[in-house]
């Protein structure tokens, strides 16, 4: 009987932490995510801040006083929400790790984890002590959070190359002060593609069971993040360009990896009528969500893991 028992809790632990989430190239459909059941799995998500009405974005804690996202999840799953994206893991990795769990356990969405929550403009790339303090206090978050159940993929940074031109970032080597404006943002991207790719192969090495991405925000990039990036596994790119993604689906041709749309979405504010027009945004999101499935595994054309809507309120 206690020999049972053993084998059951055995199983039971492996159960709880050691499911993989892969994302594979298959020969017929192309890219997509293996879920923890091994089956081909769409992100259809949803950017998320768990805030009461009236509250700052930046304010929020994953604490139980008021958990929203119990009254929010009921209704993500009601509309068929499976992901979730969040920017901020609060002061406390119990309650966010608890947060994970209750959203994938009651109502079997994952989350999309941010690994880099520093604006990179604070970061300088040409700094080996800051480099490591980053890879440290990267690797030390991976460390806490592996085992949690209900992580999906983790994402370093958010449109980290709107940080690469002269006006949004300080620093330089002596090398790059030489060049023009525009081949001095190249270069900060390569150096800054070279870091995040190292940091993600330790990230790897702590947890092979959880795929690792870069969010974009802009095409300008893209295939130097792919050629550097070998440690990656898919790219993030947040786009709003309309009822279509259109020159994203040109870009894909030259990548070897698979993207993710990290944000996408259409205001429901008419700012020429002055007022709202849900229906002008349902048959934007409902175009740019048959942009993406036509562009996934679903269509045989698996160049997309899937989109997540900014965002939730």
């Known amino acids: 009987m206690k020999k049972g028992i053993f084998i059951f809790f055995i199983f039971w632990t492996l159960n709880l932490f050691a499911y993989k989430i892969e994302i594979v190239k298959n020969p017929t459909n192309g890219w997509q995510i293996l879920n923890e ?58 309650d966010c790790k608890k947060f994970i769990r209750q959203m994938y356990r009651l109502f079997s969405i994952f989350t999309v984890f941010s690994l880099l929550e520093v604006n990179i403009t604070s970061i300088d790339f040409t700094s080996e002590e800051l480099i490591n303090e980053l890879e440290d206090k990267i690797t030390k978050k991976v460390e806490e959070y592996k085992d949690t159940n209900g992580i999906l993929l983790y994402l370093l940074g958010n449109e980290i190359d709107y940080y690469f031109t002269d006006d949004k970032a300080y620093w330089a080597t002596r090398e790059m002060e030489e060049l023009t404006p525009f081949a001095r943002a190249k270069e900060r991207a390569r150096l800054v593609f070279k870091v995040l790719d190292k940091i993600s192969g330790k990230i790897k090495e702590i947890d092979p069971y959880h795929p690792v991405g870069i969010s974009l925000g802009t095409l300008n990039y893209i295939i130097l993040a792919d050629k550097i990036c070998t440690n990656i596994d898919f790219i993030g790119l947040n786009q709003y360009v309309g009822k279509r993604f ?16 990290t944000e996408f979405g259409y205001d429901a504010y008419d700012s020429k009528k002055e007022r709202e027009d849900e229906d002008t945004q349902a048959e934007f999101l409902t175009s740019m969500w048959k942009d993406i499935i036509k562009h996934s595994y679903k269509n045989k054309r698996g160049v997309c893991l899937g989109g997540i809507i900014f965002e939730w309120n």
């Open 246 to 261: 259109y020159t994203l689906w040109y870009y894909t041709r030259k990548l070897k990896k698979p993207v993710l749309i």
């Open 37 to 94: 059941d091994g089956e081909p799995f769409l992100i259809k998500g949803v950017c998320y801040s768990p805030i009461p009405p009236s509250s700052i974005v930046w304010s929020y804690s994953f604490s139980e006083e008021s958990s929203p996202w119990l009254e929010d999840g009921e209704l993500m799953e009601e509309m068929g929400v499976n992901t979730i994206r969040i920017y901020y893991t609060g002061k406390k990795p119990e």
